[in-house]
């Protein structure tokens, strides 16, 4: 069933256009840092020298779910599409470094570190149009990764659950441990 649901995405979904938007949304140099960036500004202006702390908790986030991802990798050692579907997929911008990173494809590390650290921010901000909007930026950040056939849609899925609970679990400590130092509302 994984397999059939990659190869339905990432085939017949085919179009120039999510092409271009899917490698773009999985782009960390285009898309992950510029978001990050512009994220860490708002709430800096917003909220001030609580924003900027705010903003640091953010990039502990986003680079301890990494660290997570790449043990869990190491762990699991589950192979990548590129690795056992090489003659099926089709690889929409394959001037990308495909299977030379990473053989390792479980958890997906974009879709973990986008849903830790917006599950982590929304839970923090409680606000209902940035959970909205972030959540949908997660589920296209995951779907990228499966469309773009870097990902079996498990290994993408396990990605969002674990980072998910990661970023919440993190949410929860700093709002226990740390609540003085975060935005008042």
Known sequence: ???NLLLLINQQWHSP???TFFAWVSEKNTFS???LLAIILGLGWRWGKT???LGLMMI???ATSDLLGNTLKSLFAQPRPCLHLWDQIRMPHAESTRCMTSTSGMPSNHA???FA???FLSFILQRHTFTLITMTVCVLVALSRV???EHFPSQAISGAIIGAGYGLLLAKLVKHYFNHLLPKF
């Open 112 to 114: 973990l570190n986008f």
């Open 60 to 62: 502990i986030v986003a």
């Open 51 to 53: 924003g900027w702390i």
């Open 147 to 149: 469309y773009l056939g």
């Open 33 to 35: 840092f510029p978001l």
């Open 1 to 3: 069933m994984d397999e």
């Open 117 to 119: 650290t917006f599950s």
């Open 17 to 19: 256009l999510l092409d």
